[in-house]
Nanobody, 127 residues
Framework: QVQLVESGGGLVQAGDSLRLSCAAP????????MAWFRQAPGKEREFVSAISWSGSAKRYGDSVKGRFTISRDAAKNVVNLQMNSLKPDDTAVYYC????????????????????WGQGTQVTVSS
């Protein structure tokens, strides 16, 4: 079982920036692909961004391309999501997700592909 610990949510104004972090503290897991999803009230869970275990492959959802940047400290299994130019439509609970897979040059963008989930962190963007 992989535990994921999220941090960094909060209340900001439109146009502001926010940085989310997710840590998987177990140092023995070396092939952990990680991602962020979000879910707004009354909506389905939406893919935000994913990164391979080596950091060599990244993917973004269409609604966040050009505004959000995903990065990771592979040695520490920590993934960060830098969110810039935030909009009210970005308001949601953001979930960190992870799965193990040995191949490093791919990413996974659907929720069923991930085995482990964090508890979620609220991001609220006011207009």
């Amino acid at each position: 079982q992989v535990q994921l610990v999220e941090s960094g949510g909060g209340l900001v104004q439109a146009g502001d920036s926010l940085r989310l972090s997710c840590a998987a503290p177990d140092p023995t897991i070396t092939t952990l692909h990680m991602a962020w999803f979000r879910q707004a009230p009354g909506k389905e869970r939406e893919f935000v961004s994913a990164i391979s275990w080596s950091g060599s492959a990244k993917r973004y959802g269409d609604s966040v391309k050009g505004r959000f940047t995903i990065s990771r400290d592979a040695a520490k299994n920590v993934v960060n999501l830098q969110m810039n130019s935030l909009k009210p439509d970005d308001t949601a609970v953001y979930y960190c997700a992870a799965r193990t897979w040995p191949q490093q040059s791919i990413t996974f963008s659907t929720a069923p592909q991930y085995e482990y989930w964090g508890q979620g962190t609220q991001v609220t963007v006011s207009s």
